[in-house]
């Protein structure tokens, strides 16, 4: 059984900053990539931003040059720093990783269950 646990949400005012963490566990042979997707009310899920096993990071143009991910792959972790927040950064922000389980098995696709981001003053 794996899990997918996120923690660091909350409320913060904009211009301002907030780090998400997502930490992987259970029966974790290989991850794949790693990377950070959002919901707002109304909208669909989009990728906020998503990091190889080997570190590159992709970024949705929304968040470029505001946000940075990054990973510790002896821990099974990925981070978002989210800085210059905006009002329309406000959503259920989810983790999501590519696991393999144990060998000779393909890489799944496993969900966090949200963490809530809100910006406002």
């Known amino acids: 059984q794996v899990q997918l646990v996120e923690s660091g949400g909350g409320l913060v005012q904009p211009g301002g900053s907030l780090g998400l963490s997502c930490a992987a566990s259970?029966?974790?042979?290989?991850?794949?990539?790693m990377g950070w997707y959002r919901q707002a009310p109304g909208k669909q899920r989009e990728l906020v931003a998503a990091?190889?096993?080997?570190?590159?990071?992709t970024y949705a143009d929304s968040v470029k040059g505001r946000f940075t991910i990054s990973r510790d792959n002896a821990k099974n972790t990925v981070s978002l720093q989210m800085n210059s927040l905006k009002a329309e950064d406000t959503a259920v922000y989810y983790c999501?990783?590519?696991?393999?389980?144990?060998?000779?098995?393909?890489?799944?696709?496993?969900w966090g269950q949200g963490t809530q981001v809100t910006v406002s003053s």
């Open positions: 999501n990783a590519q696991i393999k389980w144990r060998v000779g098995v393909a890489y799944e696709a496993y």
């Open positions: 990091i190889t096993r080997g570190g590159n990071p």
């Open positions: 259970g029966s974790i042979y290989s991850i794949l990539n």
